[in-house]
């Protein structure tokens, strides 16, 4: 279990210099506004800002009382008021909704706007179309980073795969351009850099840009990671839509874990109080199991508890010297490891029990009949008795969506009797989720024929052209064909098996999917740093329909270890999933890599059909 | 060695003082300065001369004639005044001479005699002219502060952000004061003005008297007044030949005297030597010179830096010799070579006899990339020229493209703006930009550049969906986009209606909208939920309960829990719910019912569509073991076994499995083989599977 990293692993980089910085830059803001003060936070901040700030410290710093931005007129008493909040128009509202109040009353109090990351002009115009601008002071708090875990990094900006994937709205690229930035400076700039996907190479751009206008220092620092890869994540939609099967990934698809922890309720506490959970590497028994598939991890706990019990066992026998420093040394990390023991158990049953009761095995067996391309009838069948069952809404959106992208859109006929069927089931109003979920890619309808593709090639070399914004929705929508099963072939994705996949010792990433298939983002990834280009992946690229590209700076790459050559940065734009998190560590060990990952958010498969989700208020 | 004393005088009981030449002017000057508007550069900065000021003879040889010269005379520039009569002259920080003319009308000129600017300072001194002015330095710049005909001050603290402040009026105050000056206190300028024996101190809220500490009695009117440099002192000088030199703040005394003389002074000033303690103030008249001094205290000079020297360097168009510093000095690239290029480049654009081209080509030459120069401050001082074209070639040098966008908008090049700021990936200022388009063009025209725009379309697209949402339809509608507008119209129908009417209008706008995008698919299912609205609203009158806002499954089953069945028949019938999806929720619905007749009947109604075994599941999901095995025994036979492994009848399930000689069935019942009671069965089946290897 747990399988160990090679022993010429590389160290990886300290991320918590990013939290104290992200600390500092808030506390100098607070002191910005000298005194008391209440602090409006919007509800999406909270999590992000606990890891960074708790409550104590925010005292410190002279917070009065903590207020939730949400559609409640606010209560506070205080002479200054302080909102920390993300650039959105409805926040605008808010605020300026509770100045012209106070207007009213004839009360004058300080207000301070912080924006995090970064403040929009158009919030601006809001502030002075509501007529408030002059009353408030705007800041910045350039928190883009936050580390979740010692290898992963996140941008905790899950609006960035509706706002840029579906309304085509590129003012975050800017803040991962910042973010890339800021890395590079702290850790030296990258000698290698290779990416997939139009926000990949915008974002690059942009990075490089940044990095230019600012010679001087950055220049001359060793780089400390060799590589950095980018991704979009239309380049693959598929691996993000499937069920995960890997600890880590079922616990989020289960409880989802929000901002690297999860609240496990009493069904998993064996208590009546819910418990808030931190999740990641210095929680012992968890870093040994998330990886692992599930089907290993309860044995794997149970031989745990049996090892644990024969440590407490020691006790007996032992005379007073030795009992007395196995109390004081022993006994406290045991018990630690007897509560997160007990916990993960808990968590176990919890899910093996949500499972069998939806047919997860029917589930998974028809995912990976879709992933396999076989069998598409009967697999349309259990989608339509899925609807008719109502078991979910989002389930029965996904495996629509997985069947659409895997087969290179749906049958004009499968297309509007699923969807006939899903409106009556989960009501009319998504008929605007689907015309989301066809503009972005997700959902689409088989094109007659395929007199087609010669258009679509030369439609698809304008898309990566710079020029690319000339073409309309239309087009672009048909140029996201997503020849999954072309793909697949080319790049093996589907291992052939002969007997059964031993999932105890995983041989290639396909296990994070019970040796189904091989995550395909994961696979561009391991194939570009094998070649260190893309030379000979020519076809991948022209049926993925991206644009792609590698750099490398060889005044950088001399000067890098070989050990910093081997550390690898990998941009999820649009989210990543634990499942490509799993199999990419899986792939450093089995190489003596080491992966550090930088997404925008961690996502799954549901948390992309709510995105895509048109559901009143 | 007596030469060293021998010029030295003294002066009172401890000092002495010597007057020798520093060096001679190298002008050759006609009138006597007294006749000359004159007005000094601090800093040792220009000279300028206005010539017969007050001549308003229209023939050119009495025209007044404005010189400037250097610290030293040498002749920097002589033009012929044309304008109107000037009543005061100054030079501002950057050395620009300002020009107060009688109406109010300031005009600036560069060092070299180049005209600047004009500005006004506004109507009430328009109409009441100017009878003095001054021009002042604070730490902000440099401000004019005018006495009009009315004997009102009107001042503007900055000429460079030019703001007018109108004072507030001095009570009773019938004819010009004694004296006056311009202070400036807590980075608020001020006006002291003298009246007969009374001082007012006038800031841009109040006039208030003020009464200097200790000054002595008998004073009935104040000939002079000066401040010093720095703003920290004063000096009075009364009628009765009395000297009060205190705070400009007029809180602190330094001291007095008085030199009975009663003749008023020419001028008055304060002076000091650098890094001296000491100050002084030096009164003259006529044939009379008098330095008053008073107790040290210590004061830092602001020292011209070596920043400032380069700048005047270059507003003296010594480029080479500016360089040259720069070089010996070893200053930074940004800070030194690059600035006086860009300067230099500055003056290049002004050379109007040179093509575009030339200035052009000239510029790039000799600047290439040089870091900390910017393409386009140059491009905008050549637009300040008049010279479109050329800022527009410049900004092509421009490296960065989102430097370039806050001039072109200025140019009113909007829509090269906007393709300039798209590229630099900066959506704020794409943003910007599209705000500008929009006052500019008609409504029409800036949707017509959106078009060609995605980028700045979704943008704006965006904004409109939070804050505008009227502009969004329009959006819609001048594009022709009819799928976006029946989604549009579905989202109102949601959001922005309450009563039934306006949701199934406004869902009737939508499903024309999708016809005409040759949705048909969208407009039919439109249509359907205008029926089904209208529908859930009559359920709701005739049966009571919520319907509304339920999906059309969520309506059936509503129906049957409620035991409405002949409804729901009609509702599938109208609605062509499948058969496959009735049979689902029927199911469904009578298990919660627990109507376990109702449920029989049904199932024997016809053959179900969707097979038996959904109906052993349901039963066993409320536990009636009893239903569910009725209908497992009417289970086909591929199902069979999962079947009666529901209902836990592990041998009859075994007894299936053999027969169907099916492997994975016989597994699935002996996974299910548990305890001693199904030990046989286990038996049976490793028998039957041994059996079948043999075969």
Redesign the interface.
């Known amino acids: 279990m747990a399988f160990p990293h090679r022993p010429d692993a590389p160290e990886l980089p300290d991320f918590s210099m990013l939290k104290r910085l992200a600390r500092d830059q808030l506390i100098y803001l607070l002191e910005q506004l000298p005194g008391k003060k209440d602090l409006f936070i919007e509800a999406d901040l909270m999590s992000p800002l606990d890891r960074i700030a708790n409550v104590s410290i925010l005292k410190q710093h002279e917070v009065d009382k903590l207020y939730k931005v949400e559609n409640k007129p606010a209560l506070s008493s205080n002479e200054q008021l302080c909102f920390l909040v993300r650039p959105r128009i409805k926040n605008m509202r808010y605020i300026a909704n509770l100045v012209n109040a106070d207007k009213l009353a004839g009360r004058t109090r300080k207000y301070k706007v912080i924006f995090s990351p970064q403040k929009f002009y158009a919030c601006e115009m809001v502030l002075e179309e509501e007529g408030i601008y002059g009353d408030v002071s705007c800041d910045e708090w350039a928190f883009s980073l936050l580390p979740l875990d010692v290898d992963l990094l996140s941008m905790e900006l899950p609006e960035f795969f509706r706002d840029y994937f579906l309304e085509g709205d590129q003012r975050w690229i800017n803040t991962v351009a910042q973010a890339l930035h800021l890395l590079s400076t702290l850790y030296g700039s990258f000698p290698n850099c290779y990416g997939i996907g139009r926000c990949a190479k915008m974002s690059y751009e942009l990075w490089r840009k940044l990095e230019e206008e600012e010679d001087g220092e950055t220049k001359g620092r060793r780089p400390e990671i060799g590589h950095i890869f980018l991704l979009d994540r239309d380049v693959d939609f598929v691996t993000a839509l499937c069920s995960q099967v890997v600890y880590e990934g079922l616990v989020d698809d289960t409880f989802r874990i929000k901002c690297g922890s999860v609240d496990f309720g009493p069904e998993v506490t064996s208590s009546d109080k819910s418990l808030k959970v931190l999740l990641n590497a210095e929680d012992k028994v968890f870093n040994e199991i998330r990886n692992e598939h599930f089907s290993n991890v309860f044995g794997f706990l149970s031989q745990k508890a049996r090892n644990l019990q024969a440590q407490y066992d020691r006790r007996r026998g032992m005379d007073i010297k030795q009992m007395k420093n196995f109390v004081s040394q022993e006994l406290k990390g045991l018990k630690q490891e007897h509560r997160l023991l007990s916990l993960h158990i808990g968590a176990c049953e919890s899910i093996m029990k949500k499972k069998t009761k939806q047919d997860f095995q029917e589930l998974i067996k028809t995912e990976h009949a879709l992933l396999e391309g076989f069998n598409i009838r009967e697999s349309t069948s259990y989608i339509e008795e899925h609807i008719d069952r109502q078991v979910s809404p989002i389930e029965s959106l996904r495996l629509m969506c997985l069947l659409s992208i895997t087969e290179n859109g749906l049958i004009p006929k499968d297309y509007r009797s699923l969807k006939t069927q899903y409106l009556q089931s989960y009501g009319p109003d998504h008929l605007l989720t689907f015309s989301n979920l066809r503009r972005a890619g997700l959902l689409t309808e088989q094109a007659p024929g395929d007199t087609l593709t010669a258009v679509e090639s030369k439609v698809s070399k304008l898309v990566t052209d710079k020029a690319a914004g000339k073409i309309t929705d239309a087009f672009s929508s048909l140029a996201k064909r997503s020849n999954f099963r072309a793909i697949s072939k080319k790049l093996n994705l589907i291992p052939r098996v002969d007997g059964e996949y031993d999932l105890k010792v995983p041989r290639d990433m396909a296990y994070v999917f019970s040796g189904a298939y091989v995550p395909l983002s994961c696979r561009i990834v391991e194939q570009v740093l094998e070649r260190r280009s893309w030379q000979g992946l020519d076809e991948v690229v022209r049926l993925l329909n991206c644009s792609e590209f590698a750099f490398t700076d060889m005044t950088k790459d001399d000067k890098a270890s070989s050990e910093s050559l081997r550390l690898i940065l990998v941009v999820f734009l649009g989210g990543c999933t634990f499942s490509e998190v799993s199999a990419l560590r899986f792939l450093g060990r089995e190489k003596g890599y080491r992966f550090i990952f930088l997404t925008t958010a961690v996502t799954n498969s549901a948390r992309l059909m709510e995105a895509m989700s048109e559901v009143k208020a | 060695m007596d030469c060293y004393t021998a010029n030295w005088n003294p002066l009172g009981d401890s000092a002495f003082y010597r007057k020798y030449e520093l060096y001679s002017m190298d002008w050759d000057l006609k009138e006597e300065l007294r006749d000359c508007l004159v007005a000094a550069a601090p800093y040792g900065g220009p000279i300028a001369l206005l010539r017969n000021p007050w001549r308003k003879e229209k023939t050119a040889s009495m025209r007044p004639v404005l010189d400037i010269y250097s610290a030293s005379g040498m002749p920097l520039a002589s033009l012929l005044w044309k304008s109107g009569p000037v009543v005061s002259l100054g030079w501002s920080a950057e050395e620009e001479l300002l020009c107060v003319q009688e109406d109010g009308a300031v005009l600036v000129y560069g060092l070299h005699g180049d005209f600047r600017r004009h500005f006004s300072m506004g109507n009430e001194v328009l109409q009441n002219r100017v009878l003095d002015a001054r021009i002042f330095h604070t730490e902000f710049g440099s401000g004019v502060a005018i006495l009009t005909g009315a004997h009102r001050f009107t001042l503007s603290a900055n000429v460079g952000d030019l703001k007018l402040r109108r004072m507030p009026e001095v009570p009773g105050l019938q004819s010009a004061p004694s004296c006056w000056t311009t202070l400036c206190q807590d980075r608020v300028a001020q006006i002291l003005l003298a009246v007969g024996p009374d001082l007012y101190l006038l800031d841009h809220a109040a006039c208030s008297a003020v009464t200097p500490p200790g000054l002595a009695p008998g004073v009935s009117s104040f000939l002079q007044m000066a401040v010093s440099f720095t703003y920290r002192h004063l000096a009075l000088f009364t009628d009765t030949g009395y000297i009060w030199m205190g705070t400009a703040s007029l809180k602190e005394k330094l001291c007095e005297f008085n030199c009975n003389i009663r003749a008023p002074p020419k001028q008055m000033v304060w002076c000091s030597r650098p890094r001296s303690k000491e100050r002084a103030v030096v009164v003259a008249w006529e044939r009379r010179l008098m330095v008053v001094g008073d107790a040290p205290e210590s004061i830092q000079y602001k020292q011209l830096t070596i920043q400032v020297l380069l700048d005047r360097l270059v507003l003296r168009r010594l480029y080479p010799l500016a360089i040259q510093i720069c070089e010996y000095l070893r200053l930074p690239e940004v800070q030194g070579v690059s600035r006086i290029l860009a300067h230099w480049a500055c003056y290049k654009v002004q050379q109007k006899d040179v093509s575009d081209e030339d200035v052009a080509r000239a510029i790039n030459q000799k600047l290439g990339d040089t870091?900390g120069v910017s393409y386009s401050d140059i491009a905008a001082r050549a637009y300040g020229c008049g010279r479109t074209e050329l800022a527009i070639k410049l900004l092509e040098y421009e490296p960065?493209s989102g430097e370039q966008v806050p001039l072109l908008l200025k140019m009113k090049r909007s829509k090269l703006a906007l393709s300039k700021a798209?590229e630099s990936?900066?959506?704020?200022l794409v943003?910007?930009v599209l705000?500008h388009l929009k006052n500019e063009l008609n409504r029409g025209d800036f949707f017509m550049t959106l078009r060609?725009?995605?980028?700045a379309l979704?943008?704006y697209?965006?904004?409109c969906k939070?804050?505008e949402l009227e502009t969004l339809k329009d959006l819609y509608n001048q594009d022709d986009n009819h799928?976006e507008l029946g989604?549009f119209h579905?989202?109102a129908s949601?959001?922005a209606e309450e009563r039934i009417e306006g949701r199934v209008a406004a869902l009737q706008t939508a499903a024309d909208a999708f016809y005409k995008a040759k949705n048909e698919?969208?407009a039919k299912?439109?249509e359907?939920?205008m029926r089904?609205l209208r529908l859930q609203r009559r359920l709701e009158d005739e049966l009571g309960g919520q319907f509304l806002?339920?999906?059309?499954?969520d309506t059936a089953t509503t129906l049957i829990l409620g035991g409405h069945n002949k409804r729901a028949e009609q509702l599938a019938r109208d609605?062509r719910?499948?058969d496959?999806?009735l049979w689902?929720?029927k199911l469904?619905a009578l298990a919660d019912l627990e109507d376990w007749e109702e449920l029989e009947k049904f199932s024997k109604s016809k053959k179900s569509p969707?097979g038996y075994l959904p109906f052993v599941e349901i039963c066993m999901k409320q536990h009636n073991k009893y239903e569910a095995k009725k209908y497992a025994s009417r289970v086909g036979p591929e199902q069979k076994v999962k079947a009666l492994l529901l209902v836990g009848d592990v041998a009859q399930a075994a007894d299936v499995a053999i027969e169907h000689r099916n492997e994975a069935e016989l597994s699935l019942v002996l996974s299910h083989c548990t305890g001693a009671t199904d030990g046989a069965t286990a038996d049976k089946i490793q028998r039957a599977r041994a059996q079948a290897q043999k075969k």
Do not use: C, E, V
Request: no cysteine; aromatic share 12%.
């Open positions: 870091p960065r798209i990936g900066d959506t704020d943003f910007t705000l060609n725009q995605p980028m979704s943008l697209r965006q904004f939070h804050q799928q989604s579905i989202r949601y959001a698919f969208a299912a439109t359907d939920q089904l806002d339920l999906s059309l499954h609605f719910i499948p496959k999806r689902w929720l469904t969707i």
